[in-house]
């Protein structure tokens, strides 16, 4: 569903180079809760955008649906980024805005059939339970309720993926584990393939299927998990490493 073919994002600063990804490939398969994760600056975050082309490789394929969006431009990227939701850390909602029309702006920009955009809309905030809250503004709701406003939109569009940047380092533990149930019912009653990015071990471990680890914008290793919370966090790429494969040290 996903590839991402020997990509490499360079960035210049200062007259300085800086590789952010170096020759990054992997595949992700339909139906996927996939994980990536690594310690901060190890590329997390920019891998995370070009699956949407939000950033765009120095180098290399990035192939969704069997469309390689670095070949696609205008409104053929347009259409083609309609099947890829996102979700943000910061949530990113229009604060003087009802959390209905936040869905509704997104359907709008979307250019989803005006009848049906209130019916839609309707429907994704009851499916995150959000139902009662559709007059209330963001100022009026949660850190977790206000993420579930960025799913809800996020969802509007009926996307077949969802691309998921740190959505819960902001929460808390209660509020982070009913999150995670929410994008558990996503990717199980709606079929969608979730890709996460988060530095929260625990985030990983509870929620995806496979997981890869960064290091350094390279990829240090593949790995498929079974879920199991742990308790701790490190900067150590071997650390994940052994986590994810059940180990302690």
């Given at each position: ?224 998990i079974e879920p199991k919370g742990i308790r701790e ?17």
């Amino acid at each position: 569903m996903i590839t991402i073919h020997n990509v490499s994002k360079t960035y210049i600063q200062n007259n300085k180079t800086f590789k952010a990804l170096d020759h990054i490939s992997l595949s992700i398969n339909r139906g996927d809760i996939y994980g990536i994760i690594g310690r901060s600056g190890a590329g997390k975050s920019t891998l995370l955008r070009l699956i949407n082309l939000l950033e765009v490789p120095t180098s290399g394929s990035v192939i969704v649906n069997g469309q390689d969006l670095t070949k696609l431009k205008g409104k053929q990227l347009r259409i083609a980024r309609q099947s890829i939701g996102m979700i943000f850390q910061q949530f990113n909602l229009v604060l003087n805005k009802t959390i209905l029309d936040n869905v509704l702006i997104a359907l709008e920009l979307a250019k989803y059939p005006k009848s049906e955009r209130y019916n839609r809309a309707m429907e994704v905030l009851n499916f995150v339970g959000l139902k009662e809250y559709v007059y209330k503004y963001p100022s009026q709701l949660s850190g977790g309720q206000k993420q579930r406003v960025g799913i809800a939109r996020a969802l509007a569009n009926k996307p077949k993926i969802l691309l998921c940047d740190e959505p819960t380092s902001a929460l808390d533990p209660n509020t982070t584990a009913e999150i995670l149930k929410v994008l558990q019912s996503i990717n199980k009653n709606l079929g969608v393939t979730i890709v996460i990015v988060s530095h929260e071990m625990d985030v990983i471990k509870s929620i995806c299927n496979r997981v890869t680890i960064l290091d350094n914008g390279k990829v240090y290793e593949t790995v498929e998990i079974e879920p199991k919370g742990i308790r701790e966090h490190s900067h150590n790429p071997d650390w994940f490493l052994a986590q994810l494969r059940g180990g302690r040290d």
